[in-house]
């Protein structure tokens, strides 16, 4: 069974859930997952392979999470690497798949990522700023993360991970 790091930039807890959730699924098929903030992480030696988590923010991806891949995009070209991306406050990563947005298409290119993956999101009412409680107040809000996707989604690469 594999070594898997997985990192998050998340803001508001919904991509460090889903970064969880992931970590659950590799976990019951016996891979040793660590799960660590990215803004704080630095890229474990022991990793066998890789996936980094952000946040969709308004035409980019979360600060961290693209911070970590370019720091480490040296080492990460030598492992598996899986790029996610949290988001869409509807059903549409559950109903098709969604296509990387291009900062992250280029970032994935950056370490030869062996795939891009988009989960809905979550905004909830711990959520702060504005435009969250703007959104929560119209009735966008709510969680969006399909744990029969993630699954599935594990099982895909679990054929690709060191073993």
Known sequence: MAVVQIV????????KGLAEMIGAELTKRGDT?????AAGASLDP??????VAGALRSGGWHKAAAGFVKQ???????????LVSSGPLDDSAAQRTLPPMPSVAKLAQSVS??????FGGVLDENATGLI???LIR???????RS????????????????H
């Open 138 to 144: 119209s009735g966008k809000g709510g969680d969006f």
């Open 113 to 118: 990522a062996r795939g891009c993956v988009t």
């Open 147 to 162: 744990p029969h996707q993630i699954a599935a989604w594990v099982d895909t690469i679990e054929k690709d991970l060191p």
């Open 72 to 82: 480490n995009a040296q080492a990460l070209r030598g492992l598996p690497v899986w």
């Open 132 to 134: 969250a409680k703007s």
């Open 8 to 15: 998050y930039g998340s803001k508001w807890g919904g991509t």
């Open 46 to 51: 022991a990793a066998q392979a890789v996936i």
């Open 33 to 37: 997952v660590t799960v660590a903030d």
